[in-house]
Antibody
Framework: EVQLVESGGGLVQPGRSMKLSCAAS????????MAWVRQAPTKGLEWVAT????????YYRDSVKGRFTISRDNAKSTLYLQMNSLRSEDTATYYC?????????????????WGQGTLVTVSS | DIQMTQSPASLSASLGETVTIECRAS??????LAWYQQKPGKSPQLLIY???SLHTGVPSRFSGSGSGTQYSLKINSLQSEDVASYFC????????FGGGTKLELK
């Protein structure tokens, strides 16, 4: 059974940092790109970042470029999101999701699995 | 960046009715489109990928169609458990979500 379990959310002051983790199990982690998606309270879904299956490539939405860093440890089947210089508009539930499959060929299949989400509240 | 315009923003329908939700991309996304269902307090769930492929375990009353810049999600014979918000997403170039459609029962 595929499982994605996020941790690390909570209350943080504006301008401070926070690091989210996502522990993956039930699939070959190193064969999949991974992504973070967020959802502000009562709002829609917003893609944040994607990392390639081997960690060599990363992609970000414009509003978090230079502040957020997505990374992974394939040996630990864990995905991370380092968030620096946090702003009130970063307040959201952050979801870890499984992105594309790669075995030498790229297979985009949508985000088939999601974690339960972790709430990040940026407030003084 | 590719923009996704989803319509309608909200929708009220009766049990047994057929419902259609539309998504328009700002440029051709070559069927790189997924649809998700999200119930209150829950994580989103994948319904459709590659514009028209049904994800494992999703009831066959859900279907996706479209090409180029225009895509749609159809729900046949609406059930009470289909009350939820629905989102489209393009993954042809980076990833972008539509604004969402909130589906309620009439």
């Amino acid at each position: 059974e595929v499982q994605l379990v996020e941790s690390g959310g909570g209350l943080v002051q504006p301008g401070r940092s926070m690091k989210l983790s996502c522990a993956a199990s039930g699939f070959t982690f190193s064969n999949y790109g991974m992504a973070w998606v967020r959802q502000a309270p009562t709002k829609g879904l917003e893609w944040v970042a994607t990392i390639s299956y081997d960690g060599s490539s990363t992609y970000y939405r414009d509003s978090v470029k230079g502040r957020f860093t997505i990374s992974r440890d394939n040996a630990k089947s864990t995905l991370y999101l380092q968030m620096n210089s946090l702003r009130s508009e970063d307040t959201a539930t952050y979801y870890c999701t499984r992105d594309y499959y790669y075995d030498g060929t790229y297979y985009p299949l949508g985000f088939a699995y999601w974690g339960q989400g972790t709430l990040v509240t940026v407030s003084s | 960046d590719i923009q996704m315009t989803q319509s309608p923003a909200s929708l009220s329908a009766s049990l047994g009715e057929t419902v259609t939700i539309e998504c328009r991309a700002s440029e051709d996304i070559y069927n790189g489109l997924a649809w998700y269902q999200q119930k209150p307090g829950k994580s989103p769930q994948l319904l459709i990928y590659n514009a028209n492929s049904l994800h494992t375990g999703v009831p066959s009353r859900f279907s996706g169609s479209g090409s180029g810049t225009q895509y749609s999600l159809k729900i046949n014979s609406l059930q009470s458990e289909d009350v939820a918000s629905y989102f489209c997403q393009q993954y042809y170039n980076y990833r972008t979500f539509g604004g969402g459609t909130k589906l309620e029962l009439k």
